[in-house]
């Protein structure tokens, strides 16, 4: 199969990419190794992690055109209260993680939509089911990537440029591309929170989601997992209490916090604002995406909600970097965590009426397109990482460290993204490391390997740090880093051009950025400041 762009991985990244070279004229491949495009926001089943000026600027156009549709796919579909429907700012779930806590399904259905368009153009073909198993090189350049689909079945694309918008970088090792994993040492970036050695395999713990509803008076309890003795009585170093309670580190101070879980508590409209409130006091509502309360009485018997709560955070080894035997007990031991929370909240989770478990607990397997109602994918927080021409460190953003001065100022800006360094306790065994966060930019020059010359990271793979990484990683920030490379590549194609040439051309930068902007992407920020 011969295409313009190859992309490599259909999540968050991948889908934007797509929609930039699209948008340009260009045909594209998207390749994904699950059922569902959208990663994060669908297969992953992670409502959006978004900053507090989202509604007003701080994102590129074709997000907020994906954040409306979402919106508008509720009030078109779904019998929502006169009051819910008129919200200008509705939040489907009513979730305090974000101000827009949808289904993932609701998020497929708009990916699929956006890109319905150029399927029926013929420009472009997603093929799901399907991971990546060799690259093919010639000197700095990749030449066509082979993948195999679940039944072993291999298929070779040829491309001039392919993108790697894979969760965990895949095509960065096929391709011998240069990358990091893990922390880096303090030697290396100078980051005042780095470690003084680096630690390849001590990376940020992923999370198998699920989603859960209450049926009260009924009893769901589910069989009792295999590993549940040993998650039962597990205690990490860093934690106040065992893994399966309710109480936890506060992220931001590190005290212990015995957060609240009570099902189908009502909390009426809520403006989430992680500024001010991290929204996880409330374990019900914090990733909330479904709520009755929004709809007229007897609709629904029940809201449904996401556990993605520090609780299932997996922290005995990480992904990348080990063995294909190790990597797969993990994974395994992630979905036995979750099921062990699950059926603690079942059986032993305290409530307020001095009784122990909620039996009427349930998956929705439906909602999440799984047999079991666990998602369809691992939340990945963590990737191998490109060694880039620009690598973006602590000390560029941290309010630690910037103070009032703001977020170090790229000239190659290609977007913009906000969020607090927020780094989940992690396999090397530390503790959250959760701190301010200044407005940042998305430098052109994390996007380019430093040798490779057709090979874009886009997503979470491009050149930040461990630390940086905590803030790069979440919705929006992907969305743009996607969307940027897939107008990169297509900027390159049409005038053939490098994106080493764009890059090293004032001139020719200034006319990417200007075209960038025309498409409906930020470049910088306003005067506010971080939090």
């Keep these: 199969m011969r295409t313009d762009v190859l992309i490599v991985g259909g999540g968050v990244g991948g889908v934007a990419a797509a929609l930039a070279a699209l948008r340009r004229g260009r045909s594209v491949i998207v390749t994904e190794e699950h059922d569902w495009i959208g990663g994060q926001l669908t297969s992953q089943a992670v409502p959006p992690d978004e900053h507090t000026w989202i509604e007003q600027?701080?994102?590129?156009?074709?997000?907020?055109?994906?954040?409306?549709?979402?919106?508008?796919?509720?009030?078109?579909?779904?019998?929502?209260?006169?009051?819910?429907?008129?919200?200008?700012?509705?939040?489907?779930?009513?979730?305090?993680?974000?101000?827009?806590?949808?289904?993932?399904?609701?998020?497929?259905?708009?990916?699929?939509?956006?890109?319905?368009?150029?399927?029926?153009?013929?420009?472009?073909?997603?093929l799901t089911g399907r991971r990546p198993v060799a690259a093919h090189v010639d000197g700095d350049r990749i030449?066509?990537?082979t993948v195999a689909d679940r039944a072993g079945e291999h298929?070779?694309?040829?491309?001039?440029?392919?993108?790697?918008?894979?969760?965990?970088?895949?095509?960065?090792?096929?391709?011998?591309?240069?990358?990091v994993i893990g922390f880096e040492s303090q030697s290396e970036t100078g980051e005042p929170s780095a470690p003084s050695q680096a630690q390849p395999l001590n990376q940020q713990a992923f999370s198998w989601v699920l989603a859960i509803e209450h049926r009260d008076g009924e009893d769901h309890t589910i069989d009792r997992p295999d590993q549940y003795g040993f998650w039962r009585d597990y205690q990490p170093d860093v934690w106040p209490d065992r893994l399966l309670s309710l109480t936890a580190p506060d992220p931001r101070t590190l005290?212990?916090?015995?957060?609240t879980f009570v099902p189908n508590t009502e909390s009426g409209p809520i403006i989430a604002d992680q500024s001010a409130d991290p929204g996880d006091r409330d374990l019900w509502q914090f990733r909330r995406i479904f709520a009755r309360e929004q709809f007229p009485p007897g609709f629904a018997t029940s809201d449904v909600t996401v556990v993605n709560w520090p609780m299932i955070d997996y922290l005995l080894g990480p992904l990348v970097g080990v063995s294909d035997e190790e990597r797969a007990k993990h994974l395994e031991?992630?979905?036995?965590?979750?099921?062990?929370?699950?059926?603690?909240?079942?059986?032993?989770?305290?409530?307020?009426?001095?009784?122990?478990?909620?039996?009427?607990?349930?998956?929705?397997?439906?909602?999440?397109?799984?047999?079991?109602?666990?998602a369809m994918a691992p939340y990945i927080r963590e990737s191998r990482r490109i060694r880039a021409h620009t690598t973006v460190v602590e000390q560029d953003l941290s309010m630690t460290v910037r103070g009032d001065a703001g977020?170090?100022?790229?000239?190659?800006?290609?977007g913009i993204g906000m969020y607090r360094i927020d780094l989940h306790p992690s396999t090397g065994g530390d503790n959250y490391l959760d701190v301010p966060s200044s407005p940042f930019q998305i430098p052109l020059g994390?996007?380019?390997?430093?040798?490779?010359?057709?090979?874009?990271?886009?997503?979470?793979?491009?050149?930040?740090?461990?630390?940086?990484?905590?803030?790069?990683?979440?919705?929006?920030?992907?969305?743009?880093?996607?969307?940027?490379?897939?107008?990169?590549?297509?900027h390159c194609l049409t005038n053939s051009l490098t994106p080493q040439q764009v890059h090293g051309d004032e001139r020719r930068l200034a006319t990417f950025q200007n075209e960038l902007r025309s498409d409906g992407f930020e470049l910088a920020w306003p005067e506010i400041k971080g939090y």
């Excluded at 079942?346 to 047999?371: H, Y």
Aim: proline share 9%; net charge neutral; with cysteine.
């Design 57 to 126: 600027f701080g994102c590129t156009r074709s997000y907020r055109s994906f954040r409306d549709s979402v919106r508008a796919y509720y009030r078109t579909w779904y019998p929502l209260t006169q009051q819910a429907r008129e919200r200008p700012d509705l939040n489907p779930g009513l979730g305090r993680v974000g101000r827009l806590c949808h289904e993932p399904r609701v998020a497929l259905a708009v990916l699929e939509g956006m890109l319905a368009p150029y399927r029926s153009a013929g420009t472009l073909q997603v």
């Design 143 to 145: 030449t066509a990537v």
């Design 155 to 179: 298929q070779t694309i040829e491309a001039p440029y392919v993108l790697d918008a894979t969760e965990l970088g895949d095509l960065l090792p096929l391709a011998d591309v240069e990358h």
């Design 255 to 259: 005290e212990p916090l015995t957060r």
């Design 333 to 374: 031991g992630a979905r036995q965590l979750s099921l062990s929370m699950l059926y603690w909240l079942q059986t032993e989770a305290p409530r307020p009426d001095g009784g122990a478990g909620w039996p009427g607990l349930r998956t929705r397997p439906d909602i999440m397109g799984t047999p079991d109602g666990l």
């Design 407 to 414: 977020a170090v100022q790229y000239p190659d800006s290609v």
């Design 446 to 490: 994390a996007l380019l390997p430093v040798r490779m010359r057709n090979l874009l990271p886009a997503g979470k793979n491009i050149g930040t740090t461990h630390i940086t990484n905590g803030c790069y990683r979440l919705h929006p920030v992907e969305w743009n880093i996607g969307e940027a490379a897939g107008a990169l590549v297509a």
